[in-house]
């Protein structure tokens, strides 16, 4: 059995969060865009990301709603997730409107916004890293239940 690219992301998720010693929030969300994107680490990142990673995990496996039929939506999540970990999410937003071309109202506009809300949740401590891996099942995988946090 295959598992899917979305599964993959979700289990890159899981890896990072249990690495020892614990990653700091900003490591970890660096560190998912350099594993899921090839978005480096270091101070050249900006030239990563601005030719939009690379698909270090290629598939499908994403819900409807954020799946354009394309097997690069877990470097698209994973990417956008580590722009706004190092510039914010407002900026992130209007480059990925603006120069991405991804408006919001299509498959990627949605991703990018709930990576987004990821990258908020996680950074505020409302989502621990341990929970992270399940976000993704629950929010971006398809056939998954919804996740709703309390």
Same mark, same amino acid.
């Given at each position: 059995?295959?598992?899917?690219?979305?599964?993959?992301?979700?289990?890159?998720?899981? !890896?990072?969060? %249990?690495?020892?010693?614990?990653?700091?929030?900003? !490591?970890?969300? $660096?560190?998912?865009?350099?594993?899921?994107?090839?978005? $480096?680490?270091?101070?050249?990142?900006?030239?990563?990301?601005? $030719?939009?990673?690379?698909?270090?995990?290629?598939?499908?496996?994403? $819900?409807?709603?954020?799946?354009?039929?394309?097997?690069?939506?877990? !470097?698209?999540? %994973?990417?956008?997730?580590?722009?706004? %970990?190092?510039?914010?999410?407002?900026?992130? !937003?209007?480059?990925?409107?603006?120069?991405?071309?991804?408006?919001?109202?299509?498959?990627?506009?949605?991703?990018?916004?709930?990576?987004?809300?990821?990258?908020?949740?996680?950074?505020?401590?409302?989502?621990?890293?341990?929970?992270?891996?399940?976000?993704?099942?629950?929010?971006?995988? %398809?056939?998954?239940?919804?996740?709703?946090?309390?």
């Amino acid at each position: 059995m295959t598992v899917s690219a979305c599964e993959q992301l979700a289990a890159a998720c899981d !890896r990072l969060a %249990a690495r020892t010693p614990p990653l700091s929030p900003g !490591r970890f969300l $660096r560190d998912l865009g350099h594993e899921v994107a090839g978005v $480096r680490r270091g101070p050249f990142w900006f030239l990563d990301a601005g $030719r939009g990673g690379s698909n270090r995990i290629r598939g499908r496996g994403f $819900r409807r709603h954020v799946d354009d039929g394309t097997e690069g939506q877990a !470097r698209h999540f %994973a990417g956008i997730v580590s722009v706004a %970990a190092r510039v914010g999410s407002r900026p992130a !937003r209007w480059l990925s409107i603006h120069v991405g071309r991804d408006a919001p109202d299509t498959a990627d506009g949605r991703l990018t916004d709930l990576a987004l809300d990821f990258v908020r949740s996680v950074r505020s401590g409302e989502l621990p890293l341990s929970d992270t891996g399940d976000w993704v099942r629950a929010r971006l995988c %398809a056939g998954a239940a919804s996740f709703q946090r309390s």
